[in-house]
């Protein structure tokens, strides 16, 4: 918050008060004209010196008040500074791969988990950009439609589950079913991240296709291939023995999703471990900012109710006291 007065020009009037204050002193020190009393040893038994000079507060009144009504037509205002964000939001869409294979636990806890909560993560960092979920495995479906209530999309998120679509990896599905969200958009930039583990095995379209569909589109998608290189850990449910664990050979197919990014003009990321997977998400945001135009403007408030109350209470303080204590007799 700052002071300005919108009409300064104004306070150029305060080189009177100077003026006026020489000629009051130039006044009183002439005198007034002098009385003839044959003897005045009467008057000066009632010649109080303090109260000769307290009859000057009326002329300092005076001024006070003038020095006010200055200030007033100066108008004093206070500005507080105000910034108002105009901001062209991204659409993106998630499509994450939900086949059995994603619970390999080479990135920890396992691929899923560590998706979902990398991605939350994303999410949370986020801001005006509508963001939307496709799940997939031997087909593809809208988990969440593009929204801007994170909330909302992170429940969603957190309710996915290996399993609740029949096994399988049909990249080419998720990916058209992330195109047919982002279809109707009207952003200035659309985004798919599309994370896999494996290569497409099912599905009507295949992922070159669905990929073709995207660049029409004008939508760009980054895709990551989530898991380590040569075999992986992978917990097999055994009904005799209980749960244990099996090692699976890490089958991505990076030329295909090399291919899919480099169509759209996106990129290609590999994430071998919970790490890698993060800094994947980090520079796809960082690639992949809203922009964001700031327009700032200033609100002025008027102040000069506060001298002109001040200027009302000496002018009848002075006016008060030119009637009672220092009133003239004529």
């Known amino acids: 918050m700052f002071l300005r007065f919108a009409d300064p020009h104004y306070l150029w009037l305060f080189l009177l008060l100077p003026l006026l204050y020489l000629w009051y002193i130039k006044r009183h020190a002439l005198g007034a004209p002098a009385a003839r009393f044959p003897h005045i040893g009467s008057l000066k038994a009632v010649y109080r010196p303090s109260a000769v000079r307290a009859r ?52 920890e806890p396992n691929r899923v988990e560590a998706s979902k909560q990398v991605a939350a993560d994303f999410i949370k960092q986020r801001k005006n950009d509508r963001i939307g979920l496709v799940v997939f495995a031997a087909r593809g479906y809208t988990q969440c439609p593009l929204t801007l209530d994170y909330g909302v999309l992170l429940n969603f998120l957190e309710e996915i589950r290996v399993g609740v679509i ?65 075999v992986a850990r992978y917990p097999v449910q055994d009904p005799l023995l209980g749960k ?64 002109l109350v001040l200027a009302a209470v000496l002018l009848l303080s002075e006016i008060g006291l030119a009637n009672t204590r220092f009133r003239k007799i004529p």
């Open 56 to 107: 000057h507060i009326s002329f300092a009144l005076r001024l006070l008040v003038l020095a006010a009504l200055i200030v007033v037509s100066a108008r004093p205002q206070s500005g507080a500074a105000q910034e108002e964000l105009l901001t062209e939001g991204i659409d993106i869409i998630l499509a994450l791969d939900l086949s059995s294979s994603m619970l390999a636990e080479d990135i």
């Open 244 to 307: 244990r664990y099996a090692q699976i050979r890490v089958d991505i197919d990076e030329d295909t999703l090399e291919k899919v990014a480099d169509l759209t003009g996106g990129r290609y990321f590999r994430a071998t471990d919970r790490q890698s997977l993060e800094e994947t998400y980090a520079e796809i945001d960082r690639l992949e900012k809203t922009e964001i135009e700031v327009k700032e403007y200033t609100r002025y408030g008027e102040l000069f109710g506060y001298p």
């Open 166 to 230: 029949d096994d399988g990896t049909a990249i080419g599905m998720g990916v058209a079913a992330g195109v047919s969200r982002l279809r109707d958009s009207e952003a200035k930039s659309k985004v798919m991240i599309l994370l896999t583990d494996g290569r497409n095995n099912r599905g009507e379209i295949d992922p070159i296709t669905a990929a073709q569909m995207a660049e029409a589109l004008g939508i760009r998608i980054y895709a990551i291939g989530a898991g380590a290189k040569g």
